[in-house]
Each structure stands twice: as C-alpha cells, then as structure tokens.
C-alpha cells in the first residue's frame, strides 16, 4: 500500500464565508506540490478517533497553500470551524483520484450542490471561459464562491431550492442552452444522478465526484464501499482510494 504522508499545517486564514460556511487556507508546501483538482484531505480533529474529509477547493503551488470551504455539519466540522490564524491542523493529503481534466480546450459544464461547489473550482481553472458552473443551493444564504468561479471568467448559473436567488429549482433545469464537450459534477446523489442521465442523453462524458461517509481515507476500513459497474458486472469500489470521481457510467444509482 502507498505510505500516506500526514503534515502539521499552519493555519494561514479561517474566515465564515457565509453563515455556516467557513473558508480555511493553510500552508502545506508538500501536499500544495502534487494535489490535484477533486482530490480530497483528511483533517484531524483534537478528540475525534476519525478524520473528517475535505475536499480541495484551491491548490496554490507557488505560495504553498491548500485551501478548504466547508459547512458545519456536527461536532468535527464545528471544531475545524475555530481554527484560527497561527493555529496547526494535521492533513492527510492529497487523497483520491481527483478529476482527469484531459484536453482543456473543451467546454465543460461544472454541476455542484452545496458543499460539492468547492472542488470544482480547482476544476474550473485551466478552463476559465470555456466553464461553465451550474451550482445549486437550499437558499441565497448558503450561495458561496460565486465571485471565485466569475472571477476565473466562467459562466456561472444559480439555482435555489426555495427561489430566493436566482433560479427556483433544480440545476439541471439551467443547463437547456449550454453547450458543452464534458461534465464535472459533485454534490448530492439525486443531482449526480440527474446530471449523469443528462449527459448521457447529449452522448458526452461525465465524471461524478461522490462524497459518501469515510472513516480511514486511504482504502484499508471499507467504510466507503460503494457498489460500481465493471464490465463483467457489479463489484465493490473504495470511494476514498478508486474515487471520489468516477465516470458516471459505472456508478450503480440506488433505486
Ligand atoms: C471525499 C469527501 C469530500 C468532502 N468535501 C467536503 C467539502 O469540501 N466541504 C464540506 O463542507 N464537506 C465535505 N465533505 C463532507 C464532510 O466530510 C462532512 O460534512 C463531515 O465529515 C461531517 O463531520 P462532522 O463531525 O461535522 O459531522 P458528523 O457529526 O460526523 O455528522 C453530521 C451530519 O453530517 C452527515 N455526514 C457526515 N459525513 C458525511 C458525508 N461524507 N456526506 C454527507 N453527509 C455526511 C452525517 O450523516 C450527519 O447527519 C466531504 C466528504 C467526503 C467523503
Ligand atoms: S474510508 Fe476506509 S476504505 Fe475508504
């Protein structure tokens, strides 16, 4: 098995992006040197037996930096939320696959929801113009790093579930008129499932990033077994160590 590699990181910045979503850069110069976009980190939480996974929202080589956006959810997410500047966090990283970005001369379309935004927007870089984000969120207060994808050039569409920004439904009713070559998408299974039946309907590949419950990270507890489509039929897969991302063709949607 691979010898994962832990780091004791300074806390450069831990700032609430909006209410319940908090933004945290620490200096990894190691792990900022070979992540990838959809790669994740396992964080250590003082009094947690098991880590919380993360996904990589913004790798900067030059400074050293990983940065995270993360809503709180429970107790771990609440701790990883009070870090503050000069404190330490202890990373496993980078872990999983990530996303095979292939040509980027092609137009991509980004599918997120939620707390599935963040590792897109690693994602979106080397596009910029060619990208476009459809990202979906339960109400305008949840709505993050829209400013970061347009900042990057991309096209950038909203939808709410209660309608209180942009539009009032689903991400996939955004997406009609957007022509594109591949699709990256992450957030909740119904949204993966739906943007994976669209793409298939326009015969272009789609990659799902899934982010089901871990405990290791790194392929040793089956904590993260998740059913996929082989071609001599269905086997068990790791989430943490053959994903997150997967081609959305051999995912087995739960009925
Ligand atoms: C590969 C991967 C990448 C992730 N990336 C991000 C990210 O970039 N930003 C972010 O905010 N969150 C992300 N998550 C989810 C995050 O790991 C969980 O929200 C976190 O572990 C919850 O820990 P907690 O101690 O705060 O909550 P707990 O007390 O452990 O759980 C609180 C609630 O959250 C639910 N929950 C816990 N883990 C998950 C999960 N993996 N998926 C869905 N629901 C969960 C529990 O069922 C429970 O209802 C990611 C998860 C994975 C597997
Ligand atoms: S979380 Fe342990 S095998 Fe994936």
Redesign the pocket.
Known sequence: MKPYDTFDCAVLQNRELAPGFFDLTVSCLQAAQTARAGQFAQLMVPGKTLRRPISICEIDRNQGTLRFVFGVRGGGTLQLSRLKAGDQVNLLAPLGNGFNLGDTSRRVLLAGGGIGVPPLLEAAKPFGKRAVLTAGFRSRDAVILKEDFEKLGCGVRIATDDGSFGHHGLVTDLVEDIPFDVVFACGPKPMLRAVAALAHRRGVPCFVSMEER???????????AIQLQGENGPYYG????DGPVFPAETIVWEE
């Open positions: 871990m405990a290791c990270g790194i392929g040793a507890c089956l904590g993260c790791h989430v943490c160590k």
